[in-house]
């Protein structure tokens, strides 16, 4: 059973950054793409970014120039490193890993971005 555990949510200020990580229970390289979703208050579930097994990135638009995904394989580890925060930003974001017609989920962390 693979686990994936976020941290680094929190509250900060509208213009701040906030580096999300996302630690694996075991190797990433089999990974075929990893990647950051979200989900506001009443909204449904949304993509952020994805990051593929050939370093290729993909970005929605709301976030393309302010976020940056990575991943880190030696220590199977993904971030998402968030710059310019807006209130829109607010809500809990989620890791995921696809592996062949596996889907895998960590549990979420809170982004709260207000004044």
């Known amino acids: 059973q693979v686990q994936l555990e976020e941290s680094g949510g929190g509250l900060v200020q509208p213009g701040g950054s906030l580096t999300l990580s996302c630690a694996v229970s075991?190797?990433?390289?089999?990974?075929?793409?990893m990647g950051w979703y979200r989900q506001a208050p009443g909204k449904q579930r949304e993509l952020v970014a994805q990051i593929f097994s050939d370093v290729s990135r993909y970005y929605t638009d709301s976030v393309k120039g302010r976020f940056t995904i990575s991943r880190d394989n030696p220590r199977n580890t993904l971030h998402l490193q968030m710059n310019s925060l807006k209130p829109e930003d607010t809500a809990v974001y989620y890791c995921n890993a696809k592996e062949g017609d596996m889907n895998y989920w960590g549990r979420g962390t809170l982004v709260t971005v207000s004044s």
């Open positions: 075991r190797t990433i390289f089999s990974f075929y793409v």
